[in-house]
C-alpha cells in the first residue's frame, strides 16, 4: 500500500530554522507590544484622571443601554438575515430559470453593496424622496440585506456539497421536491455549514458598530461621544479598550451559544438515525440486520 503526505517532513537544519524563526517573531510581537503599552504610559493614557470618569455608575448605565442598543439591532438583524439566506438560497436552487435568475443578480448586487452605503442609502437618501426611516431600521435593514446574501451562498453550497444519493434517496420514497430539501437536506447542510453560518453572525454583530455614523446609539457611538468629552479629559482610547472588552465578550458568548446548539444538534436522536441510515450496508454485517428489522418492523412482515 502506497501513502502520499502533503509535504517532506523537515530535517534537522529545517527544524532548527523554523524554532529561531518562532523566536524571533515571538520577540518581534513582544517588542511591538511592549512598544504600545509604553507610548500608552508616556502620553499619561493610563493615569488616573483619564479613568477617573469610570468610576461615575452613570457612565456605566450609558454603556449598559448602549449595549442593549446594539444586542436589540443584532438580534433583529440576525433573524432577518437568516430568513433572508433561506428565501434567497431557495430561489437559487430553483429548477426554474424565471426565478433562479432574478435571485441570482439580486444575491450578487447585495454582496456587492457595502453594509455602509446600504445605511447610509437608507438614513439619508430615502429623505430625499420623502421617505424617513429611523436610524435602528436603517442599521437593522442594511445588515439583513447584506448578511442575508452572503448566508444564502452559504446555505447554498452546503446543499449543493451534500451526496447527490441524498437527494435522489428522498425522491425515491416519493417525497415531493420542497420536502426533500426540507427534510432532508436543509438539516444537513445547516449541521454542516454551521460554523460558517455562526462566523458571519458574530460579523453581523460587530457591523452594528457601523450604525454610530448615522448617530445610532449603539456602543462605539457612545464610546466615540465620551472619548471626545474634554470635560473628563476626552478619555478616548480608555471608552474604546472598554467598548471592544463588550464587543468581544458579546462575540465570545455568541460562539459559546453556537458550541451548545450544535453540540446537542449532534446528540440529538435524529442525528444519530440518519447516521445509522447513512451507513454502508454490507452482506452478512449488524448493519444490514439492523435495517432489515426496521424495514420488517415497518411492514409488520417480521418473523421469527
Known sequence: MSSSVLYDLPGPRARLRNRILGALTLVVVAALFAFVIWRFIDTGQFSAAKWNVFTFS?????????????????????VGALVLGFVLAIGRLSDHAWVRLPVSWIVE??????????????????????????????????????NGSVLSEVIRAGVEALPRGQREAGYAIGLRKSNVMRLVLFPQAIRAMMPVIIAQLVVTLKDTALGFIITYPELLYFARL?????????????????ASIIYVAMCLALSYVAYVVEKRTRRSPK????????????????????????????TGRGGA
Open 58 to 78: 452613570a457612565i456605566w448605565v450609558r454603556f449598559g443601554e448602549a449595549t442593549l442598543a446594539t444586542l436589540a439591532a443584532f438580534a433583529a438583524a440576525a
Open 271 to 298: 442525528v444519530t438515525a440518519v447516521a445509522a441510515a447513512n451507513l454502508p450496508v454490507q452482506e452478512g454485517t449488524d448493519t444490514e440486520l439492523l435495517v432489515t428489522q426496521r424495514g420488517d418492523d415497518k
Open 109 to 146: 448586487i447585495l454582496r456587492a453593496v457595502p453594509v455602509l452605503v446600504f445605511m447610509l442609502l437608507l438614513y439619508y437618501g430615502l429623505p430625499v424622496i420623502g421617505i424617513r426611516m429611523s436610524s435602528y431600521w436603517a442599521v437593522v435593514i442594511a445588515l439583513i440585506a447584506y
Open 226 to 242: 465620551l472619548g471626545s468629552n474634554g470635560e473628563y479629559g476626552s478619555p478616548l482610547v480608555q471608552a474604546a479598550l472598554i
